[in-house]
Nanobody, 122 residues
Framework: QVQLVESGGGLVQAGGSLRLSCAAS????????MGWFRQTPGKEREFVAA????????YYADSVKGRFTISRDNAKNTVSLQMNSLTPEDTAVYYC???????????????WGQGTQVTVAS
């Protein structure tokens, strides 16, 4: 079992930045690929970014490429999402997830956090 707790969400003006963090506890963090997803009311959860177990490779949704950066610290059991140049369209609940495969598909993630709200004001 892996427990995931997100933090760092909040209200920010358009053009601003936020850094989300996800703390993991339980089984070996470094054995999991990690991902960030987001969801707005009435819409399906969508992929944002993923990072391999080692942190050597990252993958982004086109909508955030160049603005968001995913990183991990296996010594501290954390994964982060640095979000820059935020727009109102980035408003959502953001979830971190842990799984066996480095993927944009939810299917491959076994563990999920409770989510943190990000609101970008225009």
């Amino acid at each position: 079992q892996v427990q995931l707790v997100e933090s760092g969400g909040g209200l920010v003006q358009a053009g601003g930045s936020l850094r989300l963090s996800c703390a993991a506890s339980g089984r070996a963090f470094s054995s999991y690929a990690m991902g960030w997803f987001r969801q707005t009311p009435g819409k399906e959860r969508e992929f944002v970014a993923a990072i391999r177990r080692s942190g050597g490779s990252t993958y982004y949704a086109d909508s955030v490429k160049g603005r968001f950066t995913i990183s991990r610290d296996n010594a501290k059991n954390t994964v982060s999402l640095q979000m820059n140049s935020l727009t109102p369209e980035d408003t959502a609940v953001y979830y971190c997830a842990a799984g066996g495969s480095y993927s944009e598909r939810e299917y491959f993630y076994d563990y999920w956090g409770q989510g943190t709200q990000v609101t970008v004001a225009s």
